[in-house]
């Protein structure tokens, strides 16, 4: 689970962003290594579906109730028609880790 992501509130097609995320696994099972996605969505809900950014790998994995915190560089592509976005992102993104629901995403953080 995606417990929060932030970033600077503005950014520019072709400019390079850094957004935080922190990585939860709370559903009471370690898990092992996992990918993360990073999206810019123009909406609120944010899939797979929409402008993958980057990944960002958790290597180790997470015990039950650990953390995994990384500031991840992201540059927003210069074909971006200029608007309002949202940041969101999006663990275990190749359904790597067996789970008992479904994969979550973050509250997203809108983006102009």
């Known amino acids: 689970m995606i417990s929060a992501i932030s970033g600077p509130a503005v950014a520019s097609p072709g ?59 992201v540059q927003i592509p210069s074909d971006v028609t200029p608007g309002n976005y949202f940041l969101g992102a999006i663990a275990d993104i190749d359904n790597e880790v067996p789970t008992e629901g479904t994969r979550t995403t973050t509250p997203p953080r809108p983006r102009s």
């Open 15 to 73: 400019a390079t962003d850094r957004a935080e995320q922190h990585t939860v696994r709370n559903t009471g099972l370690p898990s092992g290594a996992f990918n993360v996605g990073l999206y810019l969505a123009s909406s609120a809900a944010v899939t797979t579906a929409d402008r993958q950014l980057t990944t960002r790998r958790v290597t180790g994995g997470l015990a039950t109730n650990a953390t995994s915190a990384d500031a991840t560089s």
